[in-house]
């Protein structure tokens, strides 16, 4: 890390792009994750308690709440709790991601029903926080070429799965309204797509599909969320297409 970058004590913003919030209590944590971060062109600000970090994602919008489980005044799960409940809150429909030096299965699987988008485990990579910017719509390109090639063997080949690819999501969105109440067809519908969009390319739908599966098998109750940022990542995705 840059020997001239330092550990905020205080809320401090980072660079420019995706909004992020970290709210960690441990500085060496707080220090890589931000830092990483940055240099995946994420705007971030930092705190060290939960009371902070509560008070700043209620006064701002964050693209992805960062949240340490455990920390001086309130962990993730009371923070994301609260917010969600908060309708004046500005972070109430933020990407949420939940973070531990340690974590049981159980414990995971209670953060996911929970609301959580994903769960890391620290020590963490750059790879890592690169994935979780992946979570949020904007964070990433709607079509990879490159990724696109590799999966289906050559760039012939990409396009004419593109254009099936194209098809199926006109289909999907004329039918996503009948299955926002039948899950187990929108899930079938998810299963498949996922297949499509790895043989295309297609990371920033593969991504909300993830996420919307996710949602379907541990918060059926409440998709709102997940469903409104795949039905923002299928236009995205048929926009880039048809470009």
């Given at each position: 890390?840059?020997?001239?970058?330092t550990v905020p004590s205080s809320p401090h913003i980072h660079a420019t792009g995706v909004h992020v919030l970290v709210a960690d209590d441990d500085p060496a944590s707080r220090r890589f994750l931000a830092d990483g971060l940055h240099r995946l062109d994420a705007r971030v600000v930092t705190c060290a308690d939960g009371i902070e970090a509560l008070a700043l994602a209620r006064g701002q919008a964050f693209d992805l709440l960062l949240l340490d489980c455990r920390m001086p005044g309130a962990g993730a799960l009371q923070i994301l709790s609260t917010l969600r409940a908060d309708e004046q809150a500005r972070s109430r429909r933020g990407i949420a991601v939940a973070s531990s030096a340690e974590m049981a299965p159980a414990e995971r699987s209670a953060l996911l029903a929970a609301g959580f988008s994903d769960v890391l485990v620290k020590p963490c990579t750059l790879a890592d926080l690169q994935r979780l910017l992946g979570w949020v719509g904007h964070a990433t390109a709607p079509l990879d070429d490159q990724a696109g090639v590799l999966a289906s063997g050559d760039p012939v080949t990409m396009q004419?799965?593109?254009g099936l690819l194209r098809s199926e999501l006109e289909l999907?969105?004329?039918?996503l309204a009948r299955m926002d109440t039948d899950h187990a067809a929108l899930a079938e519908r998810l299963h498949r797509l996922r297949s499509s969009c790895g043989f295309c390319g297609a990371t920033m739908l593969s991504t909300a599909t993830m996420a919307l599966q996710?949602?379907?098998?541990?918060?059926?109750?409440?998709?709102?969320?997940s469903l409104q940022r795949f039905n923002l990542a299928l236009d995205a995705t048929l926009q880039a297409l048809d470009a």
């Open positions: 890390m840059p020997a001239n970058v004419a799965l593109r999907l969105k004329r039918d996710q949602a379907l098998n541990h918060v059926p109750a409440d998709i709102a969320p």
